[in-house]
């Protein structure tokens, strides 16, 4: 978990001018940087990252924790973090 | 429409993103010492030998211009574009934030808009194995994604729209612009174009045509010289130009500095030739400018030519002028400036004509670099060269732009009166 937080971080770095400090499960997505654009290149990026395909009709996180479980439940299980 | 009924349009802004890397003033500069910013340019990633002369904008660097945020989610031309137009809107005394307005549009240029950008999905997809394109790639590389990225910037609710008409793609931007002002569509419209072609695809394309110039370290600085016995081609340049076009009595209403008045603006195609120009179509672009600004030929001062430095193009180019000036031609100041930055395919209009604007404004007339001897098939005009002129009284001035495809535009500048 502490990895996909850190995912997110260093996305949020690299993309935006002042990525936020402090982020929380409670973290809105629109609201730290994330819009639906932005989440279309960072769940690609976790794609990558673990070599898997989402499929298409996958719930659409609104928050940080949402995506965090998003992230946890498609990491494959032979992942070792 | 009568002409009774059409606004005045007034410059108010100039902003450039060149490869020389300074401000305005240092552009300018540069240019009226002859200066080239042409260097050999090889393509980073190319598994190919290939290098061309270019004007490459080596020193822009897009995270300090613009931030983080809006650098990752845009494509080198859409960069170039809107620091560009960041530049043109500051010069124009407009605060970045809260001067926006829904009466004010965007009008952009580009030739091959996100080509960086499929370039690297190509090179994911061939060289990386990967087996799918980033999501942001439409984003980036669409051809409107300049003039929208602009449009959001700077708050801008009135027309967004983008031209790609090859190399005159540019001065459409503009000539269109100032037509939108004109009818009282727009009140104000930052206008333009950008260009990053230095995608390998391009470069080789442009080199499989056998237009490029020759040059190697030593002598890629003066590879293009165009209207010169001898010369070999162009050379591609990347970067962007910007202007704040006005409805005068806006611009005199809000106090701004106005640099001169767009008052012509001429368009025509060859119909006859994909690739070859006609002088017949240029002349009709270039009349109708002047006739437009109520230019006759001896109020014309200086003429920025197209002047790619083709073996082929440039004397149509003069053969036209002479055709429009008459027995005016032997005495009129004629340039091309792509000798120093290079040809700016999408952008070259609006780059040109913003070296115009700025010339008609401080009474400074650029050279052609590297021209020392007069191609026989190009003389009958006043080649200015060397270190240009300096305290020259002239009116009025003409950029002109004329594209593959017969597409041609020109745009006629009067001195405020």
């Known amino acids: ?81 | 429409m009568s002409k009774i009924e059409r606004r005045r349009v007034a410059v108010t802004g100039v902003g450039l993103v060149d490869p020389f890397g300074g401000d305005t003033d240092d552009f300018f500069a540069r240019i009226m010492q002859g200066e080239s910013a042409v260097t050999l340019y090889r393509h980073p990633t190319s598994q190919t030998d290939l290098s061309q002369p270019a004007a490459c904008c080596t020193s822009f660097s897009p995270e300090q211009t613009l931030g983080r945020a809006l650098t990752s989610a845009t494509d080198r031309y859409s960069q170039f574009g809107l620091a560009a137009a960041f530049s043109a809107w500051r010069d124009a005394g407009l605060e970045r934030t809260g001067a926006g307005s829904d009466d004010y549009g965007v009008s952009w240029g580009t030739g091959v808009g996100g080509a960086l950008t499929y370039e690297q999905g190509y090179t994911d997809f061939f060289e990386r194995g990967k087996r799918r394109m980033s999501p942001l790639t439409v984003a980036l590389a669409m051809n409107n994604a300049a003039a929208s990225n602009i449009a959001i910037a700077l708050g801008l609710g009135g027309a967004c729209l983008s031209y790609s008409v090859a190399c005159a793609s540019s001065a459409v931007s503009i000539g269109e612009a100032y037509r939108r002002i004109q009818s009282g569509n727009d009140t104000l419209v930052v206008a333009g174009g950008s260009e990053a072609p230095l995608a390998l695809s391009v470069m080789l394309a442009w080199e499989a045509m056998r237009v490029v110039a020759e040059g190697d370290e030593q002598t890629a600085y003066r590879a293009c010289r165009p209207f010169q016995e001898g010369r070999t081609g162009l050379v591609l340049g990347e970067g962007a130009a910007a202007m704040v076009l006005e409805d005068w009595d806006h611009a005199v209403a809000r106090g701004a500095r106005i640099y001169c008045e767009l008052a012509g603006y001429g368009q025509s195609c060859d119909h006859s030739h994909l690739v070859r120009p006609d002088a017949t179509g240029q002349v009709r672009a270039i009349t109708a400018a002047m006739d437009e600004a109520g230019l006759s030929p001896v109020d014309v001062g200086y003429v920025n030519a197209h002047g790619t430095g083709t073996q082929e193009g440039d004397p149509i180019e003069i053969d036209a002028l002479k055709r429009v000036f008459g027995d005016a031609a032997s005495g009129l100041a004629v340039s091309s400036t792509k000798s120093m930055h290079g040809h700016l395919l999408g952008a070259a209009g609006a780059m040109e004509a913003a070296i115009t604007v700025l010339a008609l404004a401080r009474q400074q007339i650029p050279p052609t670099a590297h021209l020392q001897q007069v191609s026989a098939d190009c003389t009958g005009v006043r080649h200015v060269a060397g270190s240009g002129l300096r305290d020259v009284a002239f009116r009025a001035a003409i950029s002109n732009s004329f594209a593959f495809g017969g597409s041609n535009a020109v745009l006629a500048f009067r001195q405020v009166q």
């Open chain 1, 1 to 81: 978990m502490d990895n996909n937080l850190n995912f997110i971080k260093d996305y949020l770095e690299r993309h935006l001018d002042n990525p936020p400090e402090n982020l929380t499960p409670e973290s809105k997505l629109d609201e730290i940087g994330i819009d639906s654009m932005a989440l279309l290149e960072l769940i690609f990026e976790l794609e990558d990252k673990y070599d898997i395909r989402q499929s298409a009709d996958i719930p659409t996180p609104t928050t940080v924790g949402q995506l965090l479980e998003l992230m946890e439940k498609y990491k494959p299980s032979e992942v070792n973090e």
